[in-house]
């Protein structure tokens, strides 16, 4: 099995960011915008290997103050392209396609309208909309949650005691995801190479506590900086219908809201449909 590749850069302000890499160095480039929580341990397939295969090269870092990358006090979505940017020219990659799954779609959307043609293409795997429009939640959502979408300058200080409990124990977040996922979801987190890749990326994404992950949270609740009509890269955004984490109606709006998109709804499926179709979700990316 193909043993992953990990590095870190100084950026211009001192800080460490820190990355993981998988498949062929010479492979057509995708840069990786994890979910929240997670890490640069994200990755979409059970086989590392496949990744080889495909002619891919997979580049994941940790924002800040997830994983082993330093925290960015104050930060906003959009000073994540800088830090890609960064991170990209060290790596000697010069054009690439950008793949998100879940709260990484801003993230990934901002690189696109920041880095403009270097950016060859987006996929967002279950992401949100901005809150440019009033969000249906999931049933399982706790009221915590939604309040501090209300409150979005106090979001993070609000949702640091929702999430500290599992900041403990990331390792047993599948376990409590499978009781709050549809049976399609628990299906795949129950195999145990997918159960395996989740432990560990929210584990190592949590490595710092539940800081980094409120803040990501609370930022999602703010206006991204940058209108999603501005993108003029080719999305592709793939939803499962019972997705229970990010309900497909948020995945419609945000594909109503870009004006290159292409929809792949999945009937029936959920969350981590990724790991049933990684081979062609990144077939779809190719330039």
């Known amino acids: 099995m193909e043993e992953r590749r990990e590095g870190s850069i100084r950026l211009r302000d001192g800080r460490t960011l820190t990355y993981a890499e998988w498949g062929d160095p010479d492979g057509r480039p995708v840069l990786g915008c994890h979910g929240s929580p997670s890490s640069r341990l994200e ?12 002619g891919v090269r997979l580049v994941v870092p940790d924002r800040p103050g997830f994983g082993r990358s330093d925290p960015q006090p104050g930060r906003r979505v959009m000073d994540w392209p800088d830090d890609v940017r960064a991170l990209v020219d060290h790596l000697g990659i010069d054009r690439f396609a950008v793949l998100s799954l879940s709260g990484g779609a801003a993230y990934a959307l901002a690189c696109a309208h920041v880095l403009g043609d270097r950016v060859s293409g987006v996929g967002v795997l279950g992401g949100a909309p901005p809150p440019d429009v009033p969000w249906p939640w999931p049933r399982w959502v706790p009221e915590r949650v939604r309040s501090a979408a209300h409150r979005p300058t106090r979001a993070a200080a609000l949702l640091q005691p929702v999430f500290a409990p599992i900041a403990l124990r990331p390792a047993t977040i599948p376990r409590y995801l499978q009781v709050r996922l549809n049976p399609a979801d628990r299906r795949v987190i129950g195999r145990p190479a997918v159960r395996r890749i989740l432990s560990e990326t929210f584990t190592e994404g949590l490595r710092n506590g539940a800081g980094a992950l ?6 999602l609740f703010r206006p991204w900086g940058f209108p999603l009509s501005a993108v003029r890269q080719r999305v592709h955004v793939w939803h499962g219908t019972q997705d229970w984490q990010v309900p497909v109606s948020l995945g419609q709006v945000l594909v109503a809201m870009l004006p290159h998109c292409t929809a792949h709804w999945f009937p029936g499926e959920g969350h981590f449909l990724v790991f049933d179709h990684a081979e062609e979700i990144y077939a779809a990316l190719r330039p």
């Open 43 to 54: 990755r979409h397939v059970e086989d590392p290997d496949a990744y080889r295969r495909w």
């Open 214 to 219: 409120a803040e990501d949270r609370a930022l």
